[in-house]
């Protein structure tokens, strides 16, 4: 036994250390938004999620303020803890993966012109059609996920109608009654 115990520390003695990571080369991510689709695709869970960007960061190229991020839960993992829902917000710990993926030509005109315009586009392609592309897509693949609460809504709530405050009473202002003037009427005299 002891031999055993001492053959095994002298190995990972041996053994060399793994370089660490250069600073700023870790795939791994962290990141929090709001659901806007689910789907399962081949066992697999995917999010669909809107990444606000921080105040300060300048906006995404079409102008928008938030980045459509697509996150990947593997099958088991998705047993673990209940999956988010559409509408709900939830951080992701995972990493980056860009698989390769294969459309033709025509699967491709869908995502990419506007429906008004499709078929004179696949009238004047014809044959090209059938064309096979590669295209690379960057996905999140979740390690792990958690739900987050809504976030405080700031300024006051609107109640509707309001009741009007009375106004402040103050030691400067006169009592009820003593600078009443008397009305004035016929049967008064002048």
């Given at each position: 036994m002891t031999e055993t115990t001492t053959m095994m520390?002298?190995?990972?003695?041996?053994?060399?250390?793994a370089p660490a990571p250069a600073p700023g080369t870790s795939?791994?991510?962290?990141l929090a938004g709001r659901v806007i689709a689910r789907w399962v695709f081949e066992g697999?869970?995917?999010l669909r999620l809107v990444a606000l960007r921080p105040r300060g960061f300048p906006p995404a190229p079409d102008g928008r303020r938030g980045d459509v991020l697509v996150v990947r839960?593997?099958?088991f993992l998705a047993q673990t803890a209940p999956l988010p829902e559409r509408s709900q917000l939830c951080r992701v710990r995972g990493f980056l993966q860009q698989p390769e993926g294969e459309e033709t030509l025509a699967q491709a005109l869908t995502h990419l012109v506007q429906t008004t315009q499709l078929?004179?586009?696949?009238a004047a392609l014809g044959e090209l059609l059938d064309l096979t592309l590669r295209s690379a897509t960057t996905e999140v693949v979740a390690l792990g996920w958690e739900l987050l609460p809504e976030p405080e809504r700031r300024g006051r709530a609107r109640r509707g109608r309001r009741e009007p405050r009375p106004a402040p009473v103050s030691e400067s202002m006169p009592a009820p009654g003593e600078h009443d003037v008397p009305l004035l009427t016929a049967d008064t005299p002048a």
């Open positions: 520390e002298t190995s990972a003695a041996r053994r060399p250390a795939n791994a991510v962290t697999d869970t995917y839960i593997n099958y078929d004179a586009v696949r």
